[in-house]
């Protein structure tokens, strides 16, 4: 059986050059934290994810800094029960990449995300980004719908899909953990 372009471009992500990689690496550690690029690196990633080549499109690669979400140990003035350092953060490092795009960029909206690498210092991110004002966007049937106000601020709302993932609601976590709970969809309608 034939296999497409897209299938290969999958395959060679899945064991990528780590010598080219390591040198795109060195590149992205100089440049800023939040830089736009031209094209997706990984297109088949950004294809299904709902990119498209064409106007209105933004993609936007963020660089995170690994590790460090607990506060420092306190050691002095507490008794034992207040000394925890807990975890700080309950986002994963993905949707943070997505809302520090987003903010940087006010006028686009945040369509989905991907990793692309990561180092002993950082992760890398490729964020796909819509602008909803512009006209090839707004007669697209396909993508339209992120041009409704009730859809600005979806990364700040939990709604990519990131996001779901670290709020516990993909697929996988709802076998485990039904979330919301059946008690809060109950409050609901009433």
Known sequence: MARGF????????????????????????????????????????????????KKGFVIVRVRLKRGGRRNPKINKGRRSKRQS???ILKMNYQWVAEQRAAR????????????????????????????????????DTRINWIANPANRGRVFRGLTSAAKKSRGLSSKSRMLKVRPSLRAWERRGK
């Not at 690496?25 to 830089?35: D, F, G, L, P, V």
């Not at 210092?121 to 707004?138: A, G, L």
């Open 104 to 139: 940087k960029y006010r006028n686009l909206e945040v369509l989905n995300s991907y990793w692309i690498g990561k180092d002993g210092i950082y992760y890398f991110f490729e964020i796909i980004m819509v602008d909803p004002e512009r006209p090839e966007i707004q007669n």
């Open 6 to 53: 897209y299938y290969y471009l999958r395959q060679a992500w899945k064991k990528p050059d780590m010598k080219i990689l390591r040198e795109r690496m060195i590149e992205w550690r100089s440049s800023n934290a939040i830089t736009k690029v031209e094209a997706p690196l990984r297109l088949d990633r950004a294809r299904s994810l709902g990119y498209k080549a």
């Open 85 to 87: 350092n807990k975890k």
